[in-house]
């Protein structure tokens, strides 16, 4: 079975300071895709960033990085010049399938942005 | 273009009361997945469906719970006698294929409060 683990609960970060959040996962597959998603207080989720485990090259999306170990089955975020508006909780998830069916879901983390 | 529409985004049920809960996935989207997301956890596959057909159900509970996506009108999720361990945020996604490069929009969620 595939599991994802998120292992810090909760961070927090000064305004514009740079902060890393951590994954890792299990599976046997060779083929796969993680994604980062992002849940404000709103509750919605928003995906943040996607990565195929396929591409060496590590997804980025503006102000979003990941460093994709797939030896080590490791998949950080890292996010640059923290704004207020990232506080949210932070999702890790997995999936074998094609692209976007059955995520497998970290348990989250808590992300706060301190002006 | 409306994102993926949930309602209600509250649901308050007696133990014992039937809860049908509600998705709109975007204009042109005909595949739907519900995931239930308990306190403190991340979300947890339910179902996926395509248009009249259920594709993958290994996520749901074997008895009360039941999901459908007609071919005219909104996916539902219904639970028959909720308990209240069935107390949870309920999110659907639409896509609008599978496979690679696909991308799951998510609703707002739906919370359901049994009390």
């Known amino acids: 079975a595939q599991t994802v683990t998120q292992s810090q609960p909760e961070m927090s970060v000064q305004e514009a300071e740079t902060v890393t959040l951590s994954c890792t996962y299990d599976t046997s597959e060779n083929n796969y895709y993680l994604f980062w998603y992002k849940q404000p207080p709103s509750r919605q989720m928003i995906l943040v960033i996607r990565?195929?485990?396929?591409?060496?090259q590590n997804a980025t999306e503006n102000r979003f990085s990941v460093n994709f170990q797939k030896a080590a089955k490791s998949f950080s975020l890292k996010i640059s010049d923290s704004q207020l508006g990232d506080t949210a909780m932070y999702f890790c998830a997995f999936t074998s399938q094609g692209g976007s069916e059955k995520l497998v879901f970290g348990k989250g983390m808590k992300l706060t942005v301190n002006p | 273009n409306a994102g993926v529409m949930q309602n209600p985004r509250h649901l308050v049920r007696r133990r014992g009361q039937e809860a049908r809960l509600r998705c709109s996935p975007m204009?042109?989207?005909?595949?739907v997945y519900w995931y239930r997301q308990l306190p403190e956890e991340g979300l947890k596959f339910m179902v996926y469906?395509?248009?009249?057909?259920?594709?993958?159900e290994s996520g749901m509970p074997k008895e009360r719970f039941s999901a459908e996506f007609p071919k005219e009108g909104p996916s539902i999720l219904r639970i028959q006698q909720v308990v209240r361990g069935d107390s949870a945020a309920y999110f659907c996604?639409?896509?609008?294929?599978?496979?690679?490069?696909?991308?799951?929009?998510f609703g707002q969620g739906t919370r359901l409060t049994v009390v």
């Open positions: 204009k042109g989207h005909s595949h």
């Open positions: 469906l395509q248009k009249e057909n259920i594709i993958d």
């Open positions: 990565q195929e485990a396929y591409k060496q």
């Open positions: 996604a639409s896509s609008r294929d599978r496979g690679q490069n696909t991308e799951a929009f």
